[in-house]
């Protein structure tokens, strides 16, 4: 029994493997350092979907301009779905939030919901501009540590929702330790 907790102990007390999640564009690479601290489940979650392909091929169906630009419908967000982008999301259940006092600042990238805190799946955004309205309501999993220029070069949507006609895409993502 001992030795089990031992073990146990050495197991929770080793810091979890930093990942990337590293999203290639038309117009070069997005380098984001997924927070598996500050959200454990949210980062499993987009390792797993990451490492299946399911964000291969995605658009960036929301753009807002001094907002935020958001990805990862796995579902109606690739090319020839029978659903409007951003309505879908993958088929596991949905999180429950795993909120922090992270900001959202330029570059931090959160869990997309809806009104419900209780219902990211797979979709995420990337700050352009700081939301401190944001602060506390959505998951934080991580920052953008490579690329904000690709960010920032990202297709804008049009209109106050940001719905965007001919989107930018993630043409593969991968998970680099």
Do not use: K, W
Request: net charge negative; proline share 5%.
């Amino acid at each position: 029994m001992i030795a089990r907790l031992a073990l146990l102990a050495a197991v929770l007390a080793t810091p979890l493997a930093a990942q990337d999640l590293v999203l290639e564009m038309e117009s070069g690479e997005i380098t984001i350092a997924l927070d598996a601290e500050a959200a454990p489940q949210h980062v499993e979650r987009i390792v797993e979907l990451t490492q299946t392909g399911a964000y291969d091929g995605v658009a960036f169906h929301r753009v807002i301009e001094g907002f935020m630009a958001q990805t990862g419908d796995v579902e109606c967000g690739v090319e020839g779905a029978s659903c409007p982008a951003g309505t879908g999301g993958s088929d596991m259940g949905d999180l429950p939030a795993e909120f922090s006092d992270r900001s959202f600042e330029p570059g931090v990238v959160g869990m997309a919901r809806s009104q419900n805190p209780d219902s990211a799946n797979s979709q995420f955004f990337i700050m352009f501009a700081p939301a401190p309205h944001l602060n506390g309501q959505y998951t934080v999993v991580g920052e953008v540590t490579e690329g904000m220029d690709v960010v920032n070069g990202i297709t804008r949507g049009s209109g106050r929702g940001g719905s965007v006609a001919d989107p930018d895409r993630i043409i593969s993502a991968r998970i680099a330790e």
